[in-house]
């Protein structure tokens, strides 16, 4: 009992302009929601994946992060006693103490400067980090070698393998990169990894930031976590992929933000299309009055107004998804107001981020569409018919 | 569907503009058989349209009783009204009122949309439709490709194509020189005897109102006086 999709269709074309500005408008928001959800899907990728499950990470009690943790050396040794813990090839259980400090580097993109991790590891960290896949080669202990993640090496200039990058307290030391690693598209992929002992003497520091634990089983994590938390070593434990969920939804502050100024946006659209949906119903009171003396329904004429304005949230869909698709496959960093340093995310366009779109742009389209719909509804039959 | 007659009893319809009622109809009686033409004249701004409009269900009466067919208007909801008009009445309008964007075959099908009909079925009366209004070669145009005469018969198409009872016509011809009225007029004279269909047309036009077997004049609200066109009540029976 509604009208033909066709009849709906070349309504629209009979007033081209507005049309085509409030598909332009829409198209507007949705690829600005397009790219902000890829944006923030990227980045959540780049750090929520991260972690093992049978990974415990140690931070000192009041650390938010392993850049602003320190753990000295004593309570260190106190952590191969953690209970579970797995052993390594070499007898020794698989604790990996770590070193993240950081390091200015230039972006390849502008020249821009950017703050990556600087990660000093021992030969434990390979085995707790087994999604490490290294390319050329691993740097030597005791030498000034560093190899780069794959995320740094794209994003920043200086970091091919036979590079050298002075790093250190006074950037005194020159470190030679010998590998480049991938890391499962985790956030280590955005980090530089060099031998512990020479980042110690480099950044002189005699304490560690943080401790990977690799237990035998993840069911038994709370256990390990209780020794570590209790009043023996009075450290902080969580498992890597809490921890790394926590960053990444630090992470999504701003895209909330952003979210908040396409919203605004978004609501821009509705009055345009508001605007142009009065238009359309006040130069089209004649007909609406002669479809309803046909038998048309308020309902059917509701129906209709709606369906205009949601073909033309769907022409703009369309439009916006096209205008969005060049950002996909971009890679981008953003520095986490926790760790004060960068990680690079790649920009994907997913189906499921364009239904999205799809599902908002609609959403724009019949809520600017609703005052209008329910004015034509109401149009006064026979005082519309009426010549003047 | 067979005709239907029209039977309005003691009809007042009044208006209020800034509270102020503006008396249009004022116990009007009226009565048409079925399978009649009855032309409606009056001054300007005496109700004429408004007294149609009643007739079709596009509007109800302040007090009175409109029953046309077997249905009492009067006491029809607004959603009833409307599925109503879609099975027995066919309108037509002096701005013939066809949707611009549409072809000659695609408003003539509109009403039949809101009937369950195959589609075949649809267009085979589409086309039966506009056959029968002289249009059966110009059903792929659209109204601005069409002239006056022929929209209006594209107009009287949709008004016939759901077989309904009764066709109003509010000035049918108001708006087309003389030999095109004259076309029109045969053309509805031609509904009425030879399907059958109960018309009621307002017209200003005395020569008009000559195609109608009776002639009604409204005035102050009422319909004062009447007039039978012997003349056309002939050609008509002897047919
Ligand atoms: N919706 C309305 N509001 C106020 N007055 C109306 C309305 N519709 C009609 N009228 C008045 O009712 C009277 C009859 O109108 P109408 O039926 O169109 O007359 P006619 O068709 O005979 O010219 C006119 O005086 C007109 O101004
Ligand atoms: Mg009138």
């Known amino acids: ?388 | 569907m067979g005709a239907a007659g029209i039977v309005l009893r003691d009809v007042h319809k009044a208006y209020f503009k800034d509270r102020l009622e503006i008396p249009v109809l004022a116990g009007l009686n009226l009565e048409i058989a079925p399978g009649e033409f009855a032309a409606l004249m009056g001054p300007s701004g005496s109700g004429k349209s408004t007294l149609l409009h009643l007739i079709g269900g596009l509007d109800t009466p302040t007090r009175g009783s409109v029953r046309v067919g077997d249905s009492q208007l009067e006491s029809m909801s607004e959603s009833a009204l409307t599925a109503w008009r879609s099975r027995h009445v066919g309108f037509i309008f002096q701005m013939y009122h066809l949707v611009p964007v549409l072809t000659a075959a695609q408003n003539v099908e509109l009403p039949l949309l809101l009937f369950r009909m195959a589609s075949s079925e649809r267009k085979r009366r589409v086309q039966t439709a506009l056959s029968i209004v002289g249009l059966g070669d110009r059903t792929d145009h659209r109204p601005n490709q069409l002239s006056g005469g022929q929209e209006q018969r594209v107009a009287i198409a949709r008004a016939i194509v759901t077989d309904p009872d009764v066709l109003l016509a509010d000035e049918p011809t108001g708006d087309l020189d003389a030999r095109t009225s004259e076309e029109i007029l045969n053309l509805l004279n031609a509904l009425n005897t030879e399907f059958g269909k109960t018309i009621v047309m307002v017209t200003h036009d005395p020569r008009a109102a000559g195609h109608a077997g009776r002639t009604l004049h409204l005035d102050k609200g009422v319909l004062d006086r009447e007039e039978v066109n012997t003349r056309r009540a002939a050609t008509a029976s002897a047919s």
């Open chain 1, 1 to 388: 009992m509604t009208l033909p999709l066709y009849y709906n269709w070349r309504n629209l074309f009979v007033r081209k302009l507005t049309t085509l500005l409030t598909v332009a408008v829409i198209a507007v928001v949705v690829a600005a929601l397009i790219v902000l959800l890829s944006f923030g899907s990227g980045m959540k990728r780049s750090v929520g994946g991260s972690g093992h499950p049978a990974n415990l990470l140690v931070l000192n009690a009041g650390a938010t992060a392993e850049s602003t943790s320190l753990i000295w050396p004593e309570d260190a040794r106190l952590l191969v006693q953690t209970p579970g813990a797995a052993v390594g090839p070499d007898g020794q259980p698989l604790v990996s103490l770590e070193i993240v400090v950081q390091t200015d580097v230039r972006r390849l993109r502008d020249g821009s400067s950017a703050n990556v991790a600087v990660r000093g590891v021992d030969d434990a960290a390979l085995a707790v980090h087994d999604q490490v896949r290294i390319h050329g080669r691993i740097f030597r202990q005791g030498a000034r070698e560093a190899m780069v993640g794959r995320a740094a090496q794209s994003l920043y200039r200086g970091l091919n393998i036979g590079d050298r990058i002075a790093l250190g307290r006074s950037r005194s030391h020159e470190y030679e990169i010998v590998g480049v690693f991938e890391a499962a598209g985790s956030a280590f992929e955005s980090e530089i990894w060099a031998p512990r002992t020479m980042i110690a003497d480099s950044y002189q520091r005699r304490f560690d930031s943080s401790a990977v634990i690799r237990l035998l089983d993840p069911g038994r994590i709370d256990e390990a976590a209780a020794y570590v938390n209790g009043p023996a070593v009075r450290l902080k434990a969580a498992s890597e992929p809490e921890y790394y969920s926590q960053l990444s939804d630090q992470s999504q502050q701003v895209v909330y933000l952003v979210l908040g100024l396409v919203i605004i946006m978004a609501a821009g659209a509705v009055f345009a299309v508001a605007n142009t949906m009065y238009a359309a119903v006040d130069g089209r009171r004649r007909e609406i009055a002669m479809l309803r003396t046909l038998g048309f329904s308020r309902v059917a004429i509701v129906a209709a107004f709606l369906i205009e304005a949601a073909m033309i949230a769907t022409m703009a869909c369309g439009l916006g998804i096209a205008a969005s698709l060049p950002f996909s496959g971009m890679r981008r960093d953003f520095l986490s107001p926790v760790t004060h340093s960068v990680t690079g995310f790649e920009i994907v366009i997913t189906p499921g981020i364009c239904l999205a779109a799809l599902v908002a742009a609609i959403l724009v389209g019949i809520v600017g569409a609703a005052a209008p719909a329910a004015r034509a509804a109401r149009t006064p039959i026979v005082r519309a018919l009426r010549r003047g």
